[in-house]
């Protein structure tokens, strides 16, 4: 199985900071990295897929960088939307999703 | 657009059986190209993937769960479904549809995912 490891586990932000976290696979996933932002009580929601491939009518201050087994989701301007738990996903091997990331307001 | 529902029971014994079904509108289960999954969310945790059907009616299941679950289709009703057999407490979660895009050969992410359903494991 391939296993996904998020850091940090809690990050705490401000409006307007940019923002960056992390995904590791514990073998090379390639580029099949999706990334997910999840608000309380919703479903999940794409917001990058191929690694790098912003999803249709995601707002361009998320992008997603990496390859292999270390990848980079960065919010460059935190928005009062953007408060959520944020999962990265690899699609190499069947499925598997990190264990998220929390992002709350500091 | 397509969209997923899921429905089923929110309350199920210990030992018995868990069954969920999710409705796709909008699109045709049968049009090929997606996987249908199911994924489940347990209370404050993360989320694991159970396992896919696709429009074949081919599944694979994450080996964690496979001695316990089945996966069908039922085309005529666009819908397909999840048994979970023998749960127990570990198994109160939300479950959630969600169908993978069809991008090319190979796995994808999932693009749409149903409301998600929660599911309590209790006497």
């Known amino acids: 199985d391939i296993q996904m490891t998020q850091s940090p586990s809690t990050l705490s932000a401000s409006v307007g900071d940019r923002v960056t976290i992390t995904c590791r696979a514990s073998?090379?996933?390639?580029?099949?990295l999706a990334w997910y932002q999840q608000k309380p009580g919703k479903a999940p929601q794409l917001l990058i897929y191929k690694a790098s491939t912003l999803q249709s009518g995601v707002p361009s201050r998320f992008s997603g960088s990496g390859s292999g087994t270390e990848f980079t989701l960065t919010i460059s301007s935190l928005q009062p939307d953007d408060f959520a738990t944020y999962y990265c996903?690899?699609?190499?091997?069947?499925?598997?999703f990190g264990q998220g990331t929390k992002v709350e307001i500091k | 657009q397509v969209q997923l529902q899921e429905s089923g029971p929110g309350l199920v014994k210990p030992s018995e059986t868990l069954s969920l079904t999710c409705t796709v509108s909008?699109?045709?289960?049968?049009?090929?190209?997606?996987?249908w999954m199911w994924i489940r969310q347990h209370p404050g945790k993360g989320l694991e993937w159970i396992g896919y059907?696709?429009?074949?009616?081919?599944?694979y299941y994450n080996p964690s769960l496979k001695s316990l679950v089945t996966i069908s289709l039922d085309t005529s009703k666009n819908q397909f479904s999840l048994k979970l057999n023998s749960v127990t407490a570990a198994d109160t979660a939300v479950y959630y549809c969600?169908?993978?895009?069809?991008?090319?050969?190979?796995?994808?992410?999932?693009?749409?995912w149903g409301q998600g359903t929660m599911v309590s494991v209790s006497p």
């Open positions: 073998q090379s996933v390639r580029m099949w």
């Open positions: 909008g699109g045709s289960i049968s049009s090929g190209g997606h996987y």
């Open positions: 059907i696709y429009y074949s009616g081919s599944t």
């Open positions: 969600a169908r993978s895009m069809d991008l090319g050969p190979g796995y994808d992410a999932f693009d749409i």
């Open positions: 996903q690899q699609y190499d091997r069947f499925w598997t």
